[in-house]
């Protein structure tokens, strides 16, 4: 099991680091989307790289602040399982 970690710096940073957690669970976009009671299009969109004014805010924060955002999750689903 190895542990992934990803930097966000932008909405794509983010879409990407949702999308590669989500597939390390083996998860589709419509069960990923179901578990949270929203549509599968806006999982598709985050995954995506859409920006939000939201998302633009706390990055903009983030960048003037030092602060860094960052993203980890177990990659644990081997293919074939």
Request: a neutral charge.
């Amino acid at each position: 099991m190895a542990v992934r970690t990803a930097r966000l710096r932008a909405p794509a940073d983010i879409g990407l680091a949702v999308q590669q957690a989500r597939l390390a669970r083996g998860m589709s976009q419509s069960e990923l989307a179901a578990e949270l009671g929203i549509l599968q299009s806006a999982i598709s969109e985050i995954e995506g790289g859409k920006s939000t004014i939201y998302l633009r805010r706390l990055l903009s924060i983030a960048r003037v602040t030092g602060l860094e955002l960052t993203a980890s999750w177990e990659d644990d689903h081997e293919p074939g399982r």
